[in-house]
T-cell receptor, first 110, second 117 residues
Framework: SQKIEQNSEALNIQEGKTATLTCNYTNYSPAYLQWYRQDPGRGPVFLLLIRENEKEKRKERLKVTFDTTLKQSLFHITASQPADSATYLCALESGYALNFGKGTSLLVTP | SQTIHQWPATLVQPVGSPLSLECTVEGTSNPNLYWYRQAAGRGLQLLFYSVGIGQISSEVPQNLSASRPQDRQFILSSKKLLLSDSGFYLC????????????????FGPGTRLLVL
């Protein structure tokens, strides 16, 4: 069955450092992969979409890579800020819907 | 611009009572619509999706049902709630790509927190 794995352990980093989150998947050949941010008690918010023919995509301080051979996506936040603290979810297409990972909690401390 | 509304924001219901959660989308036409549940400490679980009025697909067998009486209205219902129905219910929409039927980016509502006692 299709499976998406994100590090269940929270990631704690110091302000100004680069945060790197990992999303691994199995039994998938997705046309694209997405990253979302979720704050406590709120719905996820779309951040970035990367297609299978794209190796890297950037948006301001965010960078996403997509390696279809390794079946892995890395999500980077450079110059991290306390306001970046949230849970980050990766999602893969699944028919008409998206299949989400459980997310990784990021805590950026001053 | 597009907006998505969900109500109520919070709901406390006794076991065995009925449920009706409503979701409406503004500013777009013919969206794909989705219901997710997020239980404490767990990921997003897709419950239902709809690609058009009256078209509902269920992902998980359970005592919940969904209906889409209008293009931009999606309703989640139950005749008798179970304790295990407690959770954070999220509605989402995506654009239906012409000729594909596959939505891409999903836009989520603010969610309804349901507690079944």
């Amino acid at each position: 069955s299709q499976k998406i794995e994100q590090n269940s352990e929270a990631l704690n980093i110091q302000e100004g450092k680069t945060a790197t989150l990992t999303c691994n998947y199995t039994n998938y050949s997705p046309a694209y992969l997405q990253w979302y941010r979720q704050d406590p008690g709120r719905g996820p918010v779309f951040l970035l979409l990367i297609r299978e023919n794209e190796k890297e995509k950037r948006k301001e301080r965010l960078k996403v890579t997509f390696d279809t051979t390794l079946k892995q996506s890395l999500f980077h936040i450079t110059a991290s800020q306390p306001a970046d603290s949230a849970t980050y979810l990766c999602a893969l297409e699944s028919g008409y819907a998206l299949n989400f990972g459980k997310g990784t909690s990021l805590l950026v401390t001053p | 611009s597009q907006t998505i509304h969900q109500w109520p924001a919070t709901l406390v219901q006794p076991v065995g009572s009925p449920l009706s959660l409503e979701c409406t989308v503004e500013g777009t036409s013919n969206p794909n619509l989705y219901w997710y549940r997020q239980a404490a400490g767990r990921g997003l679980q897709l419950l239902f999706y709809s690609v058009g009025i009256g078209q509902i697909s269920s992902e998980v067998p359970q005592n919940l049902s969904a209906s889409r009486p209008q293009d931009r209205q999606f309703i989640l219902s139950s005749k008798k709630l179970l304790l295990s129905d407690s959770g954070f219910y999220l509605c989402a929409w995506s654009t239906r790509l012409a000729g594909v039927g596959l939505g891409e980016t999903q836009y989520f509502g603010p969610g309804t927190r349901l507690l079944v006692l």
